[in-house]
């Protein structure tokens, strides 16, 4: 997963615009003829403000996680008492059906800490030449933090007791 996420947001714009045209092998690197054949200024000021950018949305985005897991449960439960409020009058035939309705959700810890790892890595991969990208990733974790701790409260089921 974190793979996936890396290249998508640290090495998918680094290649698209790159131009190796001059370097070895060139069976492979003539394909790769993008506009700069290395970083400069107007690379900062193009494809760095995406990069930025992008990472700014990662920042912002376990607020919007958090009005899901919020708001899509609670409509679900509200189309499933038809609006009433009682959650003793349910659509549900079994009661395997009310449960996972009304349990919550399964964490999924494996997206949480891909995301993190990738902050991380295209923060070391770019902070050099783009501070911004350090108060930018403090950020995220300080709302990853907020958010996890609102999520595991009060969104997701409980983990199952392994032991005592």
């Known amino acids: 997963m974190f793979a996936a996420q890396f290249f998508n947001t640290g090495l998918l714009l680094l290649i698209i615009n790159a ?8 069976w492979l690197t003539k394909y790769i003829h993008g506009t ?20 700014t949305i990662n920042a912002l ?3 919007i996680t958090i009005g899901m897991g919020f ?8 189309l499933d008492n038809k609006f009433t409020g009682d959650v003793y009058q349910t659509k549900k035939t079994a009661m395997s059906q ?5 349990s919550g959700s399964k964490y999924v810890i494996h ?18 030449g783009m501070p911004l ?9 300080f709302n990853q933090f907020i958010c996890e701790r609102i999520t595991v409260a009060y ?10």
């Open 61 to 63: 985005l376990p607020y």
């Open 19 to 26: 131009n190796m045209t001059e370097h070895a092998p060139f």
């Open 133 to 141: 990208l350090f108060p930018l990733a403090a950020f995220n974790f």
């Open 36 to 55: 700069y054949y290395d970083y400069s200024v107007n690379w900062y000021y193009n494809i760095g403000e995406i990069i930025v950018q992008t990472m």
């Open 155 to 164: 969104i997701v089921q409980l983990p199952p007791a392994l032991d005592d």
């Open 98 to 102: 009310y449960k996972d309705l009304y």
């Open 111 to 128: 997206f949480k800490c891909a995301g993190v790892i990738n902050i991380v890595w295209v923060t070391m991969f770019y902070g050099v």
């Open 71 to 78: 708001g899509i449960p609670w409509l679900k439960k509200k």
